[in-house]
């Protein structure tokens, strides 16, 4: 049984981050009704887990509170996310938990990521001076294109820009990294990112872009925040981190 409650304000995503394509097509569309399934079922068993000792932490703040109404409050949101997935982030990890628990049971079900080339080698060359023999190997996450503001029931097209260039101009081999973050009274949570968290890419030379769709659950609370972190390296070199922030309406 899963149980809500108004008072919790920890953002849940309550879908995928699908990969863009120019027209918008998803290739794994047809696995979603399954998935949906089976995030459920498996949210619903981390919640079971969960209600044990969260229901016993719960119902002490119930019976000691000052406020009755929140205490019966707290009691329920501790039955839901107890034990198993810790209250810090609630139901966001419950859900991204159980969505990463369905990828590892079906791996076909997983998102492939979507990165195109959109500037050439030679156009960025010059836009950053980039000198082969002092530079070598060189990644720079540029920009996330994503809205600052957003509705809940919303979804969110992500753009995520970076560069990557090499001495002879021959492929860039890169590393990419995801990450999703739940903001909630400024208190930041990282959640189990759904898809593809890390990768290594060959990608053409120049400046790239990574693809994706946020959507925004329909109980997306006003003033929740979502974080996403996107970070690019070569050659074993620090990696260059971007970050962008949308707030729900």
Known sequence: ?????????????????????????YAQESAN????????????????????????????????GKNKEDSIKKAAIGAAVGGAVGAVAGFATA???????CFKKNPSWI?????????QYDQVKKEIKYNPKRDGEKAMAVKVEMPAIAKAGDKID???RFIAMTPNGSDA???????????????????????QTKEDRTVEPG???DMSRLPIPSEAKSG???RYEFAVSMADRPPSVITQTVTIQ
């Open 33 to 64: 009704a399954d998935l949906d399934s089976c995030v459920t079922q498996e949210q619903a068993i981390l919640t079971a887990k969960g209600a044990g000792m969260g229901l016993v932490a719960g119902l002490g703040a119930a019976l000691f």
């Open 158 to 160: 992500m753009a995520t």
């Open 95 to 101: 859900y991204y938990t159980a969505i990463d628990t």
């Open 173 to 195: 081999h890169v590393k990419v990294e995801r990450k999703l973050f739940a903001i909630d009274d400024g208190k930041e949570s990282i959640v189990p990112f759904p898809g």
């Open 207 to 209: 400046e790239n872009v």
């Open 1 to 25: 049984m899963v149980i809500r409650s108004r008072c919790f304000k920890t953002v849940v995503v309550t879908s995928l981050l699908f990969p863009l394509t120019s027209t918008f097509s």
């Open 224 to 226: 929740s925040q979502y």
């Open 111 to 119: 998102p492939e990521s979507k990165i195109e080339r959109t500037k």
